[in-house]
């Protein structure tokens, strides 16, 4: 039985680099954020909730994870 190559798909790079990318990211940010926890820890319980939000939520996930899962699946850095 052969491979019609009209329905072939051809692996992209793209999706491998993109995952060892996007584990060295919250490697990084986890010993970044695990170091700030001496200064954040003084904060009262109120003040250490908003900073973990940001930071864990907003900072690593939306801002440079939305670009970089855009750019495995098309090849742009930008969607649309």
Same mark, same amino acid.
Do not use: C, N
């Given at each position: &039985?052969?491979?019609? *190559? %009209?329905?072939?798909?051809?692996? #992209?790079? %793209?999706? *491998?680099?993109? &995952? ?7 490697? !990084? ?5 695990? #170091? ?8 009262? &319980?109120?003040?250490?909730? *908003?900073?973990?939000?940001?930071? !864990? ?6 801002? *440079?994870?939305? %670009?970089l899962l855009?750019? &495995?699946?098309?090849?742009r850095w %930008?969607?649309?």
């Amino acid at each position: &039985m052969s491979i019609d *190559p %009209r329905h072939y798909h051809q692996p #992209s790079w %793209r999706k *491998p680099a993109g &995952m060892f990318a996007i584990l060295g990211l919250i490697l !990084g940010w986890a010993v970044l954020v695990g #170091s700030l926890s001496p200064l954040i820890g003084q904060l009262p &319980m109120w003040g250490q909730v *908003p900073v973990y939000i940001v930071l !864990g939520l907003i900072w690593i996930w939306i801002l *440079p994870l939305r %670009r970089l899962l855009a750019w &495995m699946e098309t090849g742009r850095w %930008r969607q649309g």
